[in-house]
Nanobody
């Protein structure tokens, strides 16, 4: 069983930055593809970014150029650096890990972008 715990959310003004972290339990983290998703009130969950076990990354058009996903396998942690935040980025951000035919979700961390 893999557990994912997100942290780093909070309230930030438009144009500001936040870095989210997702810490994973277990020794197979490095073999997992990892991703960030978000869900705003009244909206469907949407994919934000992915980083594969080998390192390549991919981003939703809405965050490309502003967000950066990275991972530190020694710390079993994946990060989401969010810059130039906009009010429409407000959502609960969730971490997902998948591999070996299984997928795991964290509980999420709230990000609110407001002046």
């Amino acid at each position: 069983q893999v557990q994912l715990v997100e942290s780093g959310g909070g309230l930030v003004q438009p144009g500001g930055s936040l870095r989210l972290s997702c810490a994973a339990s277990g020794s197979i983290f490095s073999s997992f593809d990892m991703g960030w998703y978000r869900q705003a009130p009244g909206k469907q969950r949407e994919w934000v970014a992915t980083i594969t076990s080998g390192g390549p990354t991919n981003y939703a058009d809405s965050v490309k150029g502003r967000f950066t996903i990275s991972r530190d396998n020694a710390k079993n942690t994946v990060y989401l650096q969010m810059n130039s935040l906009k009010p429409e980025d407000t959502a609960v951000y969730l971490c997902r890990g998948w591999g070996f035919g299984r997928a795991y979700w964290g509980q999420g961390t709230q990000v609110t972008v407001s002046s």
